[in-house]
């Protein structure tokens, strides 16, 4: 049929559902052949991975009617913005606006409709329209859609490698390692050849091990101990690049074990040691160093007494010094030659008024070690001895008239003793007594307990400070009674610190606000650098509160295992000879702690340890043997594993139990607050210390430092050193810190087990006496030219005690052993 005059009409929008179709007969002569209803649309699709659903066309011929896509599954539009596309009047899509792309892990397929996840053995590290990339060498994917490819067993990537880099591996051993001697100066020169196996990385540096083994038969690390702080290394220990190094300060005639490591920057990463190359050699002597220095211990008209150190480098045990010396206006031709085996001599026959040219060399095996340069002292002339004697007469007369007072003093003191003792005590006669009684000048402590009101005792020995001087800053912890703070506090006329305050909280009882003040109470009575300081209280205005001053660094224990090998030797022992001076200080005044451990030890910014936490502490009494004693009443808390046994078995708590934690403590120290006795339980502990089994040397700790653990932990208190004896050690170690050099290697024995002293054994002094565990007297020996064990076997009670052993302990073992020597000798049962 054919169209005649046929009209498209369009309407839109559509306000309601549906819509009639109406048809208006206008009277023209017109015939309606037919009507057509119709509408077009955009079918869905999936363009650019954005699906779009099925769109109606707009109304007008010229309309596009815009539609927002959804990205498919594992993708996300781009730049944020979701995708657009238009919908024409003909059906079609046009004008597409933005996209999607798939994420990290999934790569679109061939025609953009869809993200497929990265099969396994590939990776995709960022989103976006790239494909999946094969994992980089050794590394792998565990599962499919991976970002990121892990690196096999072995393998690592340093901190700084992308994850997109191939994984690498530490080095292999160096090779060709050898190694020149030279002599004792000039030390040890090794090379070696990079590694053949360099990981997959550029980079490698060295590191060197060194460690010294008993013979040249045990050459195992396990047997082996550490090198220690002298042998030096150039370029440097660790971190350097060269195939050479050199190691200065070696002992001579000693077995060396030297391990060269080869690092990467992945090195750190594995959980195996680095590969090394092993080399040993034993070292040959020669003749000693240059004696460093000489000292002028005394001057007189006709004679001149100098004293030297050992030199650096012994290379040996001395065997002799010469001494030459001369006129300084003669010549040196005329030089006269003093030989001692000691490091002491008085040079006699001189001319008043002369000034003398000294030099000295030490003598080894190997022989003569060179001069060291020359020292120029002199005589005193006549006249100036004559001036000496006069000014010091009056000096003598005073000494003499101040030794009289003195006696006249203390026979005073007797009698008013013997007087007050006749008379009826009051209350308070015997803890007045205790405190203005003095020996010597020191005051003896006085138990807050011992008061009615614990606040008389904080009246009496604390200051009470105005709350508008202080300042709180902030609040670092809670202790038993309320909270601990820090603040800041300006008292007139001094300068600002820095304080901790301790607040006493609401509704305590009064009991528990007795123990409160007590800590004041007993910190009030003590002025001592290495005792924590009590600035004052605030007790008129609640709440009450005791200040304190700051310690930045925190307990010993904690601050010590955060920065482990941080310190040398010397420096540990400084810290623990703090320590010591603060309880000597203590126990001069009658006063045990019953708690001493590096926990209740504080640390400043000046590394200054202050004995503090006080709670166990109590006054000694009920004298026993001339040893203080206080005895815990039963349910007392005992901190066992720094506790001596008459303490944990009898509750005898004294100046010597103090020094059994003591010991406890040192060896803490050198171990960098590890825990004593370890995974041991209490029982166990005890049990081993009855049983005379003791702690091991912690690692690198100097013998003669662990033989002072060992004094302090002798069964017997009377046997223990006094806190004034082991601060004379401790000073006497710092003087000659040649003596803390050596070091051991950590036990493979837990504990160490007793064992009956073999004199049958021994062929020197020194042994002798490690033998019986007396290092500590080995200067005093030596002082005494007890070289030979024939001259030890006659000691008596009053050759000891001329020596200047003091303890009664000590002295009846020396003696004892003597005995027992003098009987191997006469049956032939000792080498001398």
């Given at each position: 049929m054919r169209r005649i005059n046929i009209k498209t009409r369009s309407f839109a929008p559509l306000t309601r559902s549906g819509f009639v179709l109406a048809i208006v007969d206008s009277g023209a002569c017109v015939s309606l052949m037919g009507v057509s209803i119709f509408y077009r649309r955009c079918p869905a699709t999936t363009l650019y991975l954005a699906s779009y659903v099925a769109t109606p066309s707009g109304a007008e011929p010229t309309a596009l009617v815009p539609v927002t896509g959804t990205c498919v599954p594992h993708s996300q539009s781009q730049g944020g913005t979701a995708p657009r596309m238009h919908c024409n009047a003909e059906g079609e899509w046009m004008v597409p606006v933005g996209g999607c792309t798939c994420d990290a892990g999934y790569e679109p397929n061939h025609n953009g409709s869809a993200c497929l996840a990265c099969q396994l053995g590939f990776y995709k590290a960022v989103s976006g329209s790239i494909s999946c990339t094969e994992c980089p060498a050794n590394s792998r994917t565990s599962l499919e859609a991976s970002k990121v490819c892990e690196c096999r067993s072995g393998f690592y990537r340093a901190p700084n490698d992308a994850n997109t880099t191939a994984c690498t591996a530490p080095p292999s051993a160096p090779v060709s390692l050898s190694w020149e001697y030279k002599s004792s100066e000039e030390g040890v020169s090794l090379r070696w050849k990079?590694?053949?196996?360099?990981?997959?990385?550029?980079?490698?540096?060295?590191?060197?091990?060194?460690?010294?083994?008993?013979?040249?038969?045990?050459?195992?690390?396990?047997?082996?101990?550490?090198?220690?702080?002298?042998?030096?290394?150039?370029?440097?220990?660790?971190?350097?690049?060269?195939?050479?190094?050199?190691?200065?300060?070696?002992?001579?005639?000693?077995?060396?074990?030297?391990?060269?490591?080869?690092?990467?920057?992945?090195?750190?990463?594995?959980?195996?040691?680095?590969?090394?190359?092993?080399?040993?050699?034993?070292?040959?002597?020669?003749?000693?160093?240059?004696?460093?220095?000489?000292?002028?211990?005394?001057?007189?008209?006709?004679?001149?007494?100098?004293?030297?150190?050992?030199?650096?480098?012994?290379?040996?045990?001395?065997?002799?010094?010469?001494?030459?010396?001369?006129?300084?206006?003669?010549?040196?031709?005329?030089?006269?030659?003093?030989?001692?085996?000691?490091?002491?001599?008085?040079?006699?026959?001189?001319?008043?008024?002369?000034?003398?040219?000294?030099?000295?060399?030490?003598?080894?095996?190997?022989?003569?070690?060179?001069?060291?340069?020359?020292?120029?002292?002199?005589?005193?002339?006549?006249?100036?001895?004559?001036?000496?004697?006069?000014?010091?007469?009056?000096?003598?007369?005073?000494?003499?008239?101040?030794?009289?007072a003195f006696l006249l003093v203390v026979a005073a003191v007797i009698i008013v003793f013997v007087f007050r003792t006749k008379r009826r005590e009051s209350h308070y006669s015997d803890r007045l007594q205790r405190y203005i009684s003095n020996r010597a000048g020191v005051k003896y402590y006085v138990d807050p307990s011992s008061y009615e009101d614990p606040s008389e005792a904080v009246k009496e020995f604390a200051r009470e400070i105005d709350p508008a001087h202080l300042k709180i800053e902030e609040v670092i912890g809670a202790a038993q009674f309320g909270e601990v703070s820090r603040g800041r506090y300006r008292p007139l006329g001094r300068r600002e610190v820095l304080v901790v305050v301790k607040t006493l909280r609401w509704g305590v009882t009064e009991r528990e606000r007795g123990v409160f003040l007590s800590e004041a109470g007993v910190l009030g009575q003590f002025d001592h650098p290495n005792v924590l300081k009590l600035e004052g209280v605030i007790t008129h205005t609640p709440p009450e509160r005791?200040?304190?001053?700051?310690?930045?660094?925190?307990?010993?224990?904690?601050?010590?295992?955060?920065?482990?090998?941080?310190?040398?030797?010397?420096?540990?022992?400084?810290?623990?000879?703090?320590?010591?001076?603060?309880?000597?200080?203590?126990?001069?005044?009658?006063?045990?702690?019953?708690?001493?451990?590096?926990?209740?030890?504080?640390?400043?910014?000046?590394?200054?340890?202050?004995?503090?936490?006080?709670?166990?502490?109590?006054?000694?009494?009920?004298?026993?043997?001339?040893?203080?004693?206080?005895?815990?009443?039963?349910?007392?808390?005992?901190?066992?594993?720094?506790?001596?046994?008459?303490?944990?078995?009898?509750?005898?708590?004294?100046?010597?139990?103090?020094?059994?934690?003591?010991?406890?403590?040192?060896?803490?120290?050198?171990?960098?607050?590890?825990?004593?006795?370890?995974?041991?339980?209490?029982?166990?502990?005890?049990?081993?210390?009855?049983?005379?089994?003791?702690?091991?040397?912690?690692?690198?700790?100097?013998?003669?430092?662990?033989?002072l653990m060992l004094q302090c932990w002798q069964a017997d208190r009377q046997d223990r050193p006094r806190f004034d004896a082991i601060l004379s050690s401790l000073d006497r170690l710092i003087r000659h810190p040649a003596s803390l050099k050596a070091e051991h290697a950590r036990p493979t024995q837990p504990l160490l087990s007793p064992s009956s002293t073999d004199l049958a054994t021994v062929t020197t002094v020194s042994e002798w006496l490690s033998a019986l565990r007396m290092d500590c007297y080995k200067d005093e020996f030596e002082r005494a030219q007890l070289h030979s064990l024939e001259r030890v076997s006659l000691l008596t009670m009053e050759d000891v005690q001329a020596l200047g052993v003091n303890l009664l302990g000590h002295q009846r073992k020396i003696v004892n052993a003597a005995q027992q020597l003098r009987t191997h000798l006469t049956q032939g049962q000792v080498e001398v």
């Open positions: 990079p590694p053949l196996d360099l990981g997959g990385r550029s980079e490698v540096t060295y590191g060197v091990v060194c460690r010294i083994c008993p013979s040249a038969t045990e050459i195992h690390p396990s047997v082996c101990s550490w090198c220690g702080d002298s042998v030096t290394y150039t370029p440097s220990k660790s971190g350097f690049r060269q195939t050479k190094i050199t190691l200065s300060n070696l002992l001579t005639r000693v077995t060396y074990l030297i391990q060269v490591q080869a690092m990467n920057d992945v090195s750190p990463l594995s959980p195996f040691p680095p590969q090394f190359a092993s080399i040993n050699f034993t070292t040959s002597q020669s003749v000693p160093s240059e004696v460093p220095i000489l000292h002028q211990l005394n001057t007189a008209p006709d004679s001149i007494t100098l004293s030297w150190p050992q030199p650096d480098r012994p290379n040996g045990d001395i065997l002799e010094y010469q001494l030459r010396y001369y006129d300084k206006s003669s010549d040196e031709s005329s030089a006269t030659s003093v030989f001692t085996e000691t490091n002491t001599v008085t040079v006699a026959a001189l001319t008043p008024g002369s000034i003398y040219a000294f030099q000295i060399r030490a003598r080894n095996e190997r022989g003569f070690g060179p001069y060291s340069n020359s020292v120029y002292f002199s005589t005193l002339a006549i006249e100036e001895r004559s001036r000496q004697i006069q000014n010091r007469l009056p000096l003598l007369v005073g000494s003499v008239m101040g030794g009289a005791i200040i304190m001053e700051f310690m930045e660094n925190g307990p010993l224990d904690a601050f010590l295992r955060e920065n482990e090998d941080q310190f040398s030797v010397l420096q540990l022992v400084g810290m623990v000879r703090g320590i010591g001076a603060g309880m000597c200080y203590l126990s001069e005044r009658n006063f045990v702690h019953r708690d001493l451990a590096a926990r209740n030890i504080l640390v400043n910014s000046n590394l200054v340890c202050k004995v503090s936490d006080f709670g166990l502490s109590r006054l000694m009494k009920d004298l026993d043997h001339n040893m203080p004693t206080y005895t815990a009443s039963l349910g007392c808390k005992i901190p066992i594993r720094w506790t001596a046994p008459e303490a944990f078995q009898h509750r005898k708590f004294s100046s010597a139990s103090d020094v059994w934690s003591f010991g406890i403590l040192m060896w803490e120290v050198m171990s960098y607050g590890e825990r004593p006795y370890w995974d041991m339980s209490n029982q166990e502990v005890m049990k081993a210390v009855v049983d005379q089994y003791r702690l091991p040397a912690p690692n690198s700790c100097p013998p003669v430092l662990h033989a």
